[in-house]
């Protein structure tokens, strides 16, 4: 498939040396394997992130900011913890580092969400507009006239 020399073991990135390392793979105290802590953890960026943009004039959206947010802090207190273990165990693993870099990308967009929330940046006009343009359709038989760039005006 091609894929052969992208995680070779012949040089510092082994993601075989890493991923499958028994003794550094696990979280401690819990025992799960950490790609499946990291998984839980784009699922809940995930269905926070959808669950915002689909009701962004919502009450429990400033509380899903901050579950986003801490949940990005704790993550990456876990990936400086999984950095040393990659130190450890001398090799870097591919698929590891875009996963950290993708979850400290998470997390600040998270944080820039928050700063843009409550503020004028965080608009409810396309909610509104959206509502309006959807009872107009119903009430048309489903057919919304193009508007004119005057009439927007």
């Not at 915002?52 to 400033?62: D, F, L, N």
């Not at 693993?93 to 944080?111: D, K, L, P």
Request: aromatic share 14%.
């Amino acid at each position: 498939m091609g894929g052969g020399q992208f995680c070779s073991a012949d040089g510092v990135w082994d993601c075989s040396s890493v991923i499958g390392n028994s003794e550094w793979n696990t979280m401690p105290f819990i025992g799960l394997p950490w790609g499946l802590l990291g998984m839980m953890a784009f699922a809940l960026f995930l269905w926070l992130a959808i669950s915002i943009a689909k009701e962004p004039s919502a009450t429990w959206v400033s509380s899903n900011l901050s579950i986003g947010r801490n949940f990005g802090i704790l993550g990456i207190l876990m990936i400086f913890y999984l950095i040393y273990a990659e130190y450890e165990i001398g090799k870097l693993c591919q698929y590891c580092t875009t996963a950290h870099v993708s979850h400290v990308a998470s997390t600040i967009g998270f944080f820039r969400l928050s700063k843009m929330y409550g503020g004028s940046d965080w608009s409810n006009s396309s909610v509104i507009t959206a509502e309006t343009e959807s009872k107009e359709r119903r009430k048309r038989g489903g057919y919304v006239a193009p508007k004119n760039s005057s009439e927007e005006e």
